[in-house]
């Protein structure tokens, strides 16, 4: 580009290292290099106010150069340090991960963000573990020296993004209000967990992939290790701004190794109990066997973000399934077999009484899902080990449709490519699916590490442009919306 005479085309700028403390200054020469220092003084005197530079609470904590789609970031210390430094070291990208959480918040339920912000103060906050609320509050002055406005209340809020239609069916029905259609508890995730004769080695493995919509996709990126001064060191997948993980796959250095799957169709609540992910972080944070995770769970259980949990402890070779409703709890655990999860409810019980889901239709995302799961462990018994993991994760074949078809009734979700849709959650060719991948073996777990895929572990990357120009009625999220290229599989290790 030409540039208006007299002009000189000078673009300041400076790279900070919150561990080291250095700026590196661009390259000039002459009236360039002069005029370049000028704006960078002006630029760091306006910023000196809000620069975290030399801050004790930053102390141990860095983050890593993005690779492979995964970006790690290291938070160490007191609650309150743990959220500054992730309110500093993210603050650009918690800042966008809310605004993409506010628009879908807002667009699917028909309601204010003040109504949410009012329900983080007066229904969640009340029942918020101390240590947690300092934490929340910890990141919103982390972005504050960052120079980004968001209170506590939009960080809570946030934080109980996966909780909110729960707790809105509930409130509608109050109130008296027509719940829309798409405030739904939805299908997300497909996971397994098998040990014994059904792995290669006799020793666990579990996977993961996260279903939501690709607005979150690309964002759901972050690898936490997080050394928390009381507790268990742990590394887990996330979403910037979240203090937990929120699709909910990680491992802590006591070798608990934690996921879970959505029950779809779930209805309850209780204001009266504690927040999903404030449990779901006490649980990475202090469990340390099975029955540690399910009490941590179970107690104060508000029905928010209804999920059957998969476990694995590595110092058992032992695995469960903690299906977690709000008045039917289960938990099944073996050291020979496999547990499975792709949001179908297992206790009959609960299926009756807490959901709405139709457990006869084949042709549903979740009965056809489930249905895979059991011919993939029954035909690889004796043979799982994580590069199988990493294959069922990619897998396109269709149960009903008999072949290889990706659609929301595959493993590897694409309901962008399905005429179907999946019900009230998303409507046909909605850019929704599987947006990132994990594996973890017995020997990855007690080395605290896992690998992961970002994007579609299948390889097939999804263009925004292109899928909104063939698909208009999705417009909406179009400031938003991101391509998400599928990335090769990547190894993510805690800090020594």
């Known amino acids: 580009m ?46 000196a106010s809000r620069m975290p530079a030399s801050d004790p609470r930053m102390k141990s904590s860095y983050r890593r150069a993005p690779r492979d789609g995964w970006t790690l970031v290291h938070l160490e210390g007191t609650p309150a340090e743990i959220g500054y430094q992730h309110g500093v070291l993210l603050s650009r990208e918690i800042k966008d991960g809310f605004e993409v959480q506010k628009l879908e918040l807002m667009h699917d339920s ?55 239609s729960y707790y809105i069916e509930q409130y509608d029905k109050e109130h008296g209000i ?23 080695d006799g020793k666990f493995v579990i996977a993961h992939n996260n279903w939501t919509s690709y607005l979150d996709g690309p964002r759901w990126t972050i690898a936490f290790d997080i050394t928390p001064a009381q507790g268990h060191h742990f590394l887990m997948d996330g979403f910037p701004g979240f203090i937990h993980s929120g699709d909910d796959f990680g491992v802590n250095d006591a070798g608990i190794v934690i996921t879970e799957t959505t029950i779809t169709g779930f209805k309850g609540w209780d204001s009266n109990g504690t ?37 694995a402890d590595t110092k058992t070779n032992e695995v469960a399934s903690l299906e977690l409703g709000l ?24 299926l009756h009484e807490e959901t709405d889901f139709n457990a006869t239709d084949p042709g549903l995302s979740s009965n056809a899902r489930r249905v895979r799961w059991e011919q993939l462990m029954r035909e690889n018994k004796g043979r799982i080990d994580s590069n199988l993991a990493r294959r069922f994760l990619a897998d396109h074949y269709d149960t009903v449709a008999k072949k290889d078809q990706p659609s ?56 925004a442009k292109e899928h909104l120009d063939k698909y208009p009625q999705f417009a909406w999220q179009s400031p938003l919306l991101e391509d998400m290229n599928a990335h090769k599989w990547t190894r993510i290790h805690a800090r020594p």
């Open 327 to 350: 008045r039917n709890v289960e938990l099944k655990r073996t050291k020979d077999g496999y547990f499975t999860g792709a949001n179908f409810p297992i206790n009959e019980k609960l």
């Open 2 to 47: 030409l540039m208006p005479a007299g002009k000189a085309n000078v673009q300041p700028s400076f790279v900070y290292n919150h561990k080291t403390m250095r700026r590196t200054l661009p390259r000039a020469t002459g009236p360039v290099l002069l005029l370049a220092l000028a704006s960078i003084a002006v630029t760091l005197i306006a910023a």
């Open 408 to 463: 929301e009734r595959t493993l590897c979700g694409h309901v962008d490519l399905s005429v179907r849709g999946m019900g009230d959650w998303k409507a046909p060719y909605d850019p929704a699916g599987a947006v990132q991948n994990k594996v973890a073996d017995a020997a990855m777990a007690s080395k605290m590490t896992f690998v992961a895929a970002a994007g579609h572990a299948c390889g097939l990357n999804f263009k």
């Open 110 to 164: 028909h309601k204010p963000w003040e109504f949410y912000r009012d329900a983080a103060r007066t229904v969640l906050w009340p029942h918020i573990p101390g240590e947690y609320r300092e934490e929340l509050q910890g990141i919103s002055d982390g972005l504050k020296s960052a120079g980004i406005s968001l209170d506590i209340w939009d960080i809570t809020a946030l934080n109980a993004a996966e909780e909110w």
């Open 275 to 311: 927040a999903e992910f404030a449990r779901a972080r006490k649980a990475m944070q202090y469990s340390e066997s099975i029955d540690d995770f399910a009490r941590i769970m179970k107690e104060g259980n508000n029905g928010g973000y209804a999920n059957d949990w998969l476990v």
């Open 178 to 200: 027509k719940t829309p259609k798409a405030v739904t508890a939805p299908d997300h995730c497909s996971a397994f967990v098998a040990t014994g004769s059904y792995t290669k």
